[in-house]
Each structure stands twice: as C-alpha cells, then as structure tokens.
C-alpha cells in the first residue's frame, strides 16, 4: 500500500505537512464507499476506502445511525472477494461500526462460512468479529465450532477463540462455563499464548469455586507452565489463594510462598517483578520471606532499563507499608525496631535514583525515602532534593512537598532543615497549586512546633514581598495577623505588612490593614505607630480599604476601658458567631425600616451538622486550606456561646463538648439534638432545637430533664428558649451539678415543653393565644467517654516510655463473640473515647490478633495512653489485654474501670 | 488483580501530540474530548523525555504509562496503576518492532500514514478489547501484513509465508476460472 490516497500537488508548500489524510471529508469517504456495491469488486480501491473509513473514526468522526447501516451494508458486500487483504480489513471495519443486532444478522452466515474456512486467518478472524457482535441465541448456534476452535492446531486460531470466551463469559457465563474441558486441554498447550489465554479464562470460569481454584493452582505450580505471562497470571492467582486460606483459619507454614519465591529466579523479569511484588504485598510477610524479594527489587533497582527501575521503586514504596506493619509487629513484641537489613541497603541504592533521567523514578524514589527514611538520614536526603527540584514539573513537586511535611510531623527535631528547604523552594518559580502546597506546610509546620513559628514567619513575609497569588497573601496576612503579635518582636513584621499597603492591589490592601489593626491592638507599644500608619491609609484609592482603616483607627481609638477593649477584641479576632448561611437567610429576610439589623436575631445553630465535619473530627486542620471550625459548633464555639450566657460563666472552662446526639427521630415535628458540655463542677446539656411545622410557632420552650437515674446529678439552672419559629433553630440549655473532677455517669430522660401557637401561612402572624403542649424526647446518657479528651501525641513510643513504667496497670477482659477484630477494636476505641495514634485502629484484613495504640487526657487533665492487645480464636472470641499508663495512677484505674463496666 | 493483565489503551501520535492511531478499550474515557485530553497530557508529560533507546515509563491519573518514540513517532501504552509495567513494556515493545518491520524500517510520521490500515491492523493484532493477544513482533507482522504483498514485488522480498499465501491465492484464482 506504498501508493498515497491522495496526489501530492505539484505546488504543494514544503512547509506544509504532507499527508494523504489531507483535506478529507466524511460526505466524500461515504460517497466513495458505493465502491462497495460494485459489480466488479477492486480489492485495492475497496481497502483504501475502508482505511479511509476507519481513519475517520479514529480521529473521533462519528457516523449517524443511518450512515452506519448504510456503509455495514455495503461491506458485506465484499465478502465476495477472495482477497486476503481486503478481508482483514473487512472484519475491522464491521468490529469499529459494532452493528446493531438485527443487522448482524446480514453477516453471520458469512462469517460462520470463514469460521470453518481452510485459511487460518480467516477462522481466527471470523471467531473474534463474530463474537463481538452477536448475542446468546446466535452463540448457542456457534458454540459447536468456538469449542473446536479452542482446540486447533492453529495456536492464533485456539488464542482468537479462547480471548473471545474471556469476553463473552461477561455476557453468556452459563454458554462459556460449558467449555472448560476444551479450555483445560489449552491450558496444556505448547503455544506460549494458548496457555495464557486459557489460563485466564478457566480461572474465570471457576473464579467462585475456591476449592476448583486452589486445585488448580496447586497443580500448575508444580511447573509446565512455560509463558511468562501465564506464569504471572498464575502467580496472581496464588497470591489469592494465599490470602483465601490465611482468611479461613489455616496456619502455620504460608502455602505457596515456595513457589513464589521460586519465581524471583524465573528467566523473565516479568515474572519476577511479578513474584516480588506478590510477596512484598502478602498479609503479615515476615522478614524471612521479605528478603529474597528485596533482593532482587534491589538488583532491579540499578538495572538500565527504566520500567524496570520504576517498578522497583514502586513496589518497594506500595510494599514498604506492609514492611512497616511487619516492623510495628516486632515493636509489639518488645523487639527491637531496625528495619530489615535488606531494605536500609535499598534505601542507599534508592536514593541514587534521585538523579535519574526519568522524573517519574525519581520522584517515587523520593517519596519513598521520605516515607521511610529515618531521623539521620533527613538532612543528606534534603540536601539531595534541593538539587533534584530545579529541574521537576509542578506536579511532581507537590508531592515531594507534602512527603517533606509529612515527615516533619514525624521528625519535629528536623524543622530546621526542612524549613530551610521549604523557604527555598518557595523562592523559586512555581505555580499557584506547588506555592499553595509549600505555604500549607509551612503553616502546618509553625503550628506544630512552636520553635519553627518567628522563622517560618519571616519566610512567609519574606515571600508575601514577592507573590503573585492574591489568595495566599491574603491568607498569609491573616494569619500573621493572628502568630505575629505573640511573637518576641512584633514589630519585626510591620515593615512587611505595611508594604502590602503600598505595593498590592485592594484585596491584600484590605487584608494588610486588617493585620495592622490586629498588632496594634495586641502590641500596646505598636499603637501609636501603627495608628499612624492606619491614617496614612485613609487616603486610599479603595473603599473597603478607607473603610477598614476608619473603623480600625475608632477601635483602637477606644477609651481603653477594660469593657470597650473585650468589645475591639471580639471584633478584632472572633469570628461570626453565627453560620454565614443562616445570617444571610436573616439578612435577605430584613426589612429595611426604623429597627436596625440585630445580629443576635440570626440564629446560631448550624441548620444541619455537615457531614465532612465530623468526618474531620480528631483531624489537624493542615495549613491554611483548612477552614475554621464552624463557630457555633467547633469546640471554641462552643466556648464562647457558654461563656456568654451569663448562668454559665461561673463553671470555669469548658474541658469537653460531644458530638450532637439525636434525641429524635429523623423527619419528626420538632427535631432535637443535644451536645454534652462537660465542666469540672458541671455539665451543661445544650438542647438544639428545630421547629419543622411552618404552621406553628413554638413559644417558652424548656426540656424537662428528670435525673433519678443519675444520682450525682443535681439540676441547678436551665435556659428556655423564647420563641423557635419554623426552621430556624435555636437552643435551651439545662444545667446539672457534679462531684468535682469525678467520672460520674448516669441516665436522663427528657421532655419538650412548650406553647404552640398557630401561624397563618399567609400572612405570617401567631394567633395570640396558644397551646401548653409536650414532646417525649429520647433518654440521654453521660458516659465515661465524655471525661476524656481525644489528643494525639505525634510519638506514642517516646510518650509511652517517658510515663512511669511502674504505674501502667495491665489487666485482661474477654470481649465476647465479634463480627470482626475491627468491630471490638471500634467498640473500645468509642467506649473510651481516645484518640487512637499512628493509624493503629484500622485492622489489617484478615488480621486474627491487632494491637490498637490509644491517647487521651482524662478530666484534670491527666494525660492517658492505652495500648490495647486483641486476640481472636478461631470462634471469634475476642480477647483483650489492656495497658494503661497515666500520669495519675489513679486515672489509670479509672480506665480499667470504665472497660470492666463497659 | 485476579483478572488478566489490561490495556487501556494504544496510542501513537506525532511530534506535535495529534493523533495519528489510537485504540482505547477502557470506559474511563467515554467522549472523544476526553480522549484527545489525556492524549494532550501524556504527550505534554513525555514530550520532553528521552525514549528513543529505551522503553520509557511514567505515571498518569492512576494509571501506568510506557512509551517509545522514534524520528517524529511517538507510542503509548497505558495500563492500570495495579498492572505489570513490563507487561505493558512487552505489549509496547511488540507494537514498536511490529511496525518497524511492516514499515520495512522506515518508521516515521509520513510511512505511517501512507500505511495506516498496517498500523490498524498492528493494533488489532495486539490487543483484542484490552486483553494481550501476541506481543511477539514478527508473529504480528506477519498477521497483520498480509495485506502488505504486492503481487508484483519479486519473490525474494516476500517471507516464506508471505510467497506461500501468495501461492495459495494465485492457485485458488486460476482453479476458480
């Protein structure tokens, strides 16, 4: 076919690219494709239409449904062609139009004639269009010769046929289950594909039948698989047998591994990258089985071949999770904790990877040392990446940023280096996602490490000077606004702030004088020099920004009295007490009138808790990405609302507020919710109450709180609520008395009074008589997981060996019969409410025993850790065995207690 | 991971990242603004890189990608981030030497478009609906170029097969008269 479709011109432009595709149309192709119909077939013109045909809809042309049809028919026209050549090209084009089913039946009986035709192509050919198109009533018609065919001499013939049941056991599986004898005599064949293709289909065929799987395996292994890429299919499949039979209670010696391992000599390295990542990947792998793997990923690791080198790295970074599982087991049993020696020597071979041409290598290769990389090894490794950044795209960057943050986390001691690294890079160019990963991991990192936070300040003004992302000054200003003044010389950040004022546009303009006013009011030795500065600022071409600065200078104008003080600083550093949500409602509903817009009409109650929050719960906010809580519903949202109930301000400070309980069913008349604030002398129930009849109006509403069943508890104080018009939630609050810093429990049934009064849909207005009516609501508990504040310690080793050996109190409890070892592992982790560390509470699958690592700080604030042993026999009897370390021995008691009565 | 190695797709595309063939046989790209999208992000991602002696890999949107380029050709296999990568490596390869052979060694942009119902057939030869179906080059090229005989062209030039399919039409012809 060395001929172009298409003459070249004599006048052609050289400049112009030539090709034979130039200029063509889909009108003109299909007018060509009448060829078809000919009397007299031209094999050579005919496959030149095809091609073009095909080209067509490979650059992404599509064909109505009738030209469709019309061009399929046509081509079965040229199955009277004897030509080889115009026949292949024939079956492709009937497989890229995939005709509907009754058209297909125009060219069944012909590709059933090719099927059973003497050409090996044609036979192949015709299995594979054939099966692509038809459907089960035609395919019962052809199983009689798709079964023949899986057992031709002709290998491409028998492959054509079995990858063709692959496809079709997703369709017919009852038809192609029918097959396997014909299927397990190609698993015999001497053709490296036949056994491929049958391999995978018989497994498909027996997938469910894990006794007919495991039967297979065991015999294949045995060896007479010859094709590499059977060879790791099979592969495949025993790993799965492997974990079918740790799932079902069979131990002791690992079945199989032999053969795995015997696989990391296979002549292919397929089948040894393969076999290395089967083991690397296998539940619980020990150290004995790890090594040979190891070992060759190793050599794979400086092979000049790069996927061989990338799949190295990507094993040993997917596997290096399981490698670490294996080492927490050890720690588990108070043995050391090295790593493999084999996998520190990957570490040196890895880290060579980091120059090589292939970023994608390189990038994993970091990555992965980052994750596993030690606490000595941090500042060589920095010193490696800086070379490495200057020369990576944005994409990759950022994941090499966020490993170098996770691993401050890990390695507070290291700030500094790391910190170092990260003011460099924000330096260099880089896009708005990489600079926004880089400031969200600086911030993370301030957080964290109180002695990072003047530096990491400085990097961050230092950066501001030079930004071109209005979003990340902004946000740097505010939290300047927020870090600086606490700092040892605020005044250090003046220069930069005021800057902004000078050189940005009106957004980080705004922002600039907000933090101004922010170290004004914090610094009072800043004050006069700042308020200087804001009146400069009154001239300025922006609104917001004049505004800002007037309202900033009246504040911090203030008479200085203690009372206009609080006030300038609610202002200043609170947020809106109330959700933006429910203040727009109010402010759309305000009637612009003499009564000016009263902010505490707005309701504070979150309308509905948003699910991501309490997904969030426990969590670090990162960086600057993460919003703050909502106010009215975060813990110190929660801490100002009582606070500024003034029934409440003598209880002292806040220790722990729960999560709402729902003390109602969903979709009912009133839907109630109570949070649990727990004080050290008082617990105070927040009732969040939402009216959802717009026909009425809810007037005096209280909860009667009936406490016989918590004898520490005495009822001092409650706060009704006025008035709870429809859907706009709002709070009652019940107040009890409790023996101070004491655990106590108890049960508390509840009951909604109130007045109902109706409301005229239309007009809006109550009736002005109303109803005493009540409402049961659901009993409410206080338990002991209230007493304990969820914490996490970034080291729970170091923690737990800096407590007192000698007060850690050890005891076991049977937990009874369990779905699973992560059911009773959640149920403790709930009962006692702690913060479980370094990702212990999720269970590895399969998993019979499980250490879960747990922190909190008790009522007082007594710091707890918990490590909690699980065990589980073969009836799924759970055991636990149960070591606290407190700082007081009594808490440590105390949680026994809480476990021995949970 | 129990099922068979996948292709998700084959491409090969200029030196300017236009299409010239390609196959997808994965759903994760159902439209063809999709499709011409992740072929612009490969190609933008591996422009820069060096896979003219050695099959090449990087990641992209969880998936694996190896590729090989020669003169102004550049080819793509992309599997799941689950598959083999040499697998993938041995599909590309196939692919590569394949064509190399039916384009009689010169491979390049303009050969392959004079010769894109090889190319076609090549890729059908490969993979068949994402599953590997011959990574062997010569048995690919020799499946996919029967087409390529020129009836004319001295028999010297022509494999054994080739002269004895050939042979085999020539007779069918002369008993059909």
Known sequence: ????????????????????????????????????????????????????????????????????????????????????????????????????????????SSLMKDMNSKIDMYRANAIRVLCRIIDGTLLTQIERYLKQAIVDKNPVVSSAALVSGLHLLRTNPEIVKRWSNEVQEGVQSRSALVQFHALALLHQIRQNDRLAVSKLVGSLTRGSVRSPLAQCLLIRYTSQVIRDMSNHGQSGERPFYEFLESC??????????????????????????????????????????????????????????????????????????????????????????????NRSIATLAITTLLKTGNESSVERLMKQITNFMSDIADEFKIVVVDAIRSLCVKFPLKYRSLMTFLSNILREEGGFEYKRAIV???????????????????????????????????????????????????????????????????????????????????????????????????????????????????????????DADKDSKEFLFGSLEVPLANM???????????????????????????????KAQGKKPTGLGAPPAAPASGFEGYERLLSSIPEFASFGKLFKSSSPVELTEAETEYAVNVVKHIFDNHVVFQYNCTNTIPEQLLERVNVIVDASEAEEFSEITSKALNSLPYDSPGQAFVAFEKPAGVPAVGKFSNTLTFVVKEVDPSTGEAEDDGVE??????????????????????????????????????????????????????????????????????????????????????????????????????SKEIA??????????????????????? | MELPPKVKNILLLDSEGKRIAAKYYSGDWPTNTAKEAFEKAVFSKTQKTN??????????????????????????????????????????????????????????????????DLIFLCFD????GGIVLETDANVIAEKAGINSIDPNAPLSEQTISQALATAREHLTRSLMK
């Open chain 2, 125 to 128: 030869e490969i993979i068949d």
């Open chain 1, 1 to 108: 076919m060395a001929q172009p479709f298409v003459k070249k011109d004599d006048d052609h432009d050289d400049e112009m690219e030539y090709s034979p595709f130039m200029g063509i149309e889909k009108g003109a192709v299909l007018q060509e494709a009448r060829v078809f119909n000919d009397a007299q077939v031209d094999p050579r013109r005919c496959s030149q239409v095809i091609t073009k045909l095909l080209y067509l809809l490979n650059q992404g042309e599509s064909f109505t449904k009738v030209e469709a049809t019309e061009v399929f028919f046509s081509v079965t026209k040229l199955f009277q062609s004897k030509d080889t050549g115009l026949r292949r090209m024939v079956y492709l084009i009937i497989k890229e139009l995939s005709p509907s089913s009754d058209e297909v039946i125009i060219v069944t």
């Open chain 2, 51 to 116: 896979a003219r002696t050695e099959v090449e890999v990087t990641a992209l949107e969880n998936n694996i990608i190896v590729y090989k380029f020669v003169q102004d050709l550049h080819f793509f296999v992309t599997g799941g981030e689950e598959e083999n990568e040499l697998v993938l490596a041995s599909v590309l390869q196939g692919l590569f030497d394949a064509v190399n052979l039916l384009l009689r060694g010169n491979v390049d942009k303009r050969e392959a478009l004079d010769n894109l």
């Open chain 1, 264 to 357: 990391l000599r296979h002549k292919a390295e397929m089948v040894i990258l393969e076999a290395a990542r089967a083991i690397t990947e296998l539940d619980g792998v020990t150290s004995r089985e790890l090594t040979p793997a190891i070992t060759v990923l190793q050599l794979f690791l400086s092979s000049p071949k790069p996927v061989l080198r990338f799949a190295a790295v990507r094993t040993l970074n997917k596997g290096k999770e399981n490698v670490s599982l294996y080492t927490k087991r050890k720690f588990d049993a108070q043995v050391s904790m090295t790593h493999p020696m084999a996998v520190t020597n990957c570490n040196i071979d890895m880290e060579s990877l980091i120059s090589d041409q």
């Open chain 1, 584 to 614: 727009e409602t109010s402010l759309k509903n305000y009637d612009p009138s003499e009564e000016a817009f009263d902010i505490n009409s707005v309701p504070k109650e979150v309308k509905s808790q948003p699910l991501a929050e309490k």
């Open chain 1, 880 to 902: 636990m065995k149960l070591a606290v370390r407190a700082e007081d021995v009594s808490v440590a008691e105390a949680i026994h207690e809480i476990v021995a009565n949970g």
């Open chain 1, 773 to 874: 009516d009540e409402y049961q609501l659901e009993d409410l508990e206080v338990v002991s997981a209230d007493y304990i504040l969820k914490v996490s310690v970034s080291n729970f080793r170091n923690a737990w060996e800096s407590m007192n050996e000698e007060d850690e109190h050890v005891d076991e409890y049977g937990l009874g019969q369990r779905e699973s070892l992560g059911e009773a592992i959640k149920a403790v982790i709930d009962l006692l409410g702690m913060q479980p560390c370094e990702g212990t509470e999720t269970v590895p699958s399969n998993a019979r025993s499980h250490t879960c690592l747990l922190s909190g700080v008790y009522i007082g604030n007594v710091k707890v850790l918990v490590r909690a042993q699980f065990g589980m026999d073969s």
């Open chain 1, 440 to 562: 969200d991991s600086i911030v993370t990192i301030i957080r964290d490490i109180p002695d990072a936070k003047e530096g990491g300040l400085l990097h961050l003004c230092e950066f501001i000077e030079d930004c071109e992302f209005t979003y990340l000054s902004t946000q740097i200003l505010h939290f300047l606004g927020i870090e600086g003044p606490k700092t040892s010389d605020p005044s250090k950040y003046i220069r930069y702030i005021y800057n902004r004022v000078h050189l940005e546009n009106a957004t980080v303009r705004a922002a600039a004088v907000s933090t101004l006013a922010k170290f004004g009011f914090m610094v009072e030795s800043l004050k006069p020099r700042i308020t200087v500065l804001l009146k400069r600022c009154i001239y300025d071409s922006d609104d917001e920004v004049r505004d800002r600065a007037t309202l900033f200078l009246s504040v911090l104008g203030g008479d200085g009295t203690l």
